[in-house]
């Protein structure tokens, strides 16, 4: 019986996805564990690759690129397991059971439908890997890196894929947070993403990232703020991104900007008829929640 669903999305990282999978296929090999692949149109191999050394690995494709929130949503909707992992290609688990401290967590905690990982950022691992974090309950969750129970998931609506890319975790907190689930962060699981944040500034796709990262915080405000908050809230971001970027001669960001903001103003019609309110209550609740723990760095005072 299939108990934990692990879903990777991938696009020409077969190099990443080769690592990921050698460094979880004790998991992946387990009678009780179905792993689902999507090939997001890769031309590198990738689906050759993965039916000549992973036969037990169900993989589909899209032919064309749809981006990494349109194959999540296809991931989820094969999944037949009770819990359904997604991990980035570039990313593994260091804890070594993972699943059972999962299943454990999930039992003792029946309001929480997603569990975020202690995730950390570096091209080589920690050499610590003990941290004194205990579990408690926060506003949203990594994409690539938690576990959500299904029960939760088949409450709420599909990830929005006209987001495209960044944003998608958020959305689904906020669904979850007006259906009464919670998002906890589990510091017991650790880990590993295989990223040089420092260089991705310098990575040709840095624009594009800045827009989509911008317009998907703008999107969330149109669809899940209070009205009266919202000119406030968008007004406030925006000078913030020209202040630290564009003033310091960031021409590439000036650019993001100004395409996020027609990204909204083009998306207005579907913002507006696919919103979900918090009430002003509603609000100040989920404002008083954790903020989204996102980076793990190990303490030298930890052992």
Known sequence: MIKFS???????RLEALK???????????RSDVECIVCNDGSTDNTS??????????QFIEN??????????????????????????DDLHFITEKP???IENYFKNHLKCGVIGFRLFWDIHPPIKTMSNDTSYRVKSFAGGAHVVNMRAWNE????????????????AAFQLFKKGWEVHYVPEILVHHRVDLKA??????????????????WYLYLLFYPLQLIPKKMAYTLWMQIKLKVFKGDLKALLAIIQALFDVIWNLPRLFKNANRLTMTEFEQFQQLAETKLYWKPNENEN
């Open 48 to 57: 050759n690759f993965l039916k000549q050394n992973y036969p037990n690995i």
């Open 156 to 171: 709420i609506p599909n990830y929005p894929d006209w987001f495209v890319f960044y944003g998608e975790e958020d959305f």
């Open 6 to 12: 692990i879903l990777i999305t991938t696009k020409n």
């Open 99 to 101: 699943l059972e401290i």
């Open 200 to 217: 991705r500034k310098k990575e040709k796709d840095y624009q594009v990232r800045l827009r989509r990262s911008l317009r998907s915080g």
């Open 19 to 29: 690592i990921t999978l050698q460094k979880i296929h004790h998991l992946i090999s």
């Open 63 to 88: 032919k064309v690129s749809k981006g990494l929130i349109y194959s999540r949503n296809r991931l989820l909707a094969l999944v037949k397991g009770k819990y359904a992992i997604s991990l980035d």
